[in-house]
């Protein structure tokens, strides 16, 4: 089984673990409780949707941004790329669909309504730790990224936005660290502009 591979039963599992301990405490992960905005149940799914499109788009924009700027950044990509290199088209969609169900069952769907945002956003933070010195810069970004997702979760008392803008976060980012070489483009440049500062 590719390396990949496990990666995609893991989430699967996690989705399933994550499923079976809402239903044991009776939670509902797709609705929140207590929504902060009272909207019909079409309008919930149609905003929530709709914000977690712009949120994903954000999101995108600020990592490509991140990336092009900041030391932090490069680093994080130079540690995380050879786990995407690996990944063919195909295990890039499974593994972004399955890592964003099973995530947001369990983090926004179940802790949030729970715990609250803040402790959900702070353990979700901290099970994305990576070696290396970047490690807290991506636990900062992850624990910001889950307040985010559980803020729209809690505004429009809908999962699917939340579950969205994972996915295609998660899809894309994966897709640029596949096929961008920071290392490469610096080297294209030769002389004085390819050296790294």
């Known amino acids: 089984m590719r390396r990949w591979g496990r990666f995609?039963?893991?989430?699967?599992l996690l989705s399933l673990f994550a499923y079976a301990l809402c239903h044991l405490l009776g939670v509902n992960p797709w609705s929140h409780p207590e929504p902060w905005w009272v909207l019909d149940d079409s309008e919930r799914w149609v905003y929530s949707a709709g914000l977690g499109l712009v949120l994903a788009a954000l999101?995108?924009?600020?990592?490509?941004v991140a990336v092009k700027h900041f030391g932090w950044a490069q680093e994080l990509h130079r540690v995380l790329r050879p786990v995407a290199r690996g990944i063919d088209p195909l295990g890039i969609v499974l593994l972004a669909a399955l890592s964003a169900v099973g995530e947001e069952l369990l983090f926004r769907g179940l802790l949030t309504p729970l715990l609250g945002v803040t402790a959900q956003a702070v353990i979700f933070g901290l099970v994305h730790q990576v070696s290396g010195p970047s490690r807290w810069v991506?636990?900062?970004?992850?624990?910001?990224?889950?307040a985010l997702l559980g803020l729209l979760f809690?505004?429009?008392?809908?999962?699917?936005?939340?579950?969205?803008a994972h996915?295609?976060?998660?899809?894309?980012?994966?897709?640029?660290?596949?096929?961008?070489d920071l290392e490469s483009k610096g080297a294209?440049?030769?002389g004085l502009l390819g050296q790294r500062g």
């Open 188 to 190: 294209q440049l030769g």
């Open 59 to 64: 999101l995108i924009y600020s990592t490509r």
């Open 8 to 12: 995609v039963v893991a989430y699967a």
């Open 154 to 164: 809690v505004a429009t008392g809908s999962l699917l936005g939340p579950l969205l």
């Open 138 to 146: 991506w636990v900062v970004w992850a624990g910001v990224v889950g």
């Open 167 to 180: 996915g295609l976060v998660n899809a894309v980012n994966l897709s640029y660290l596949k096929w961008n």
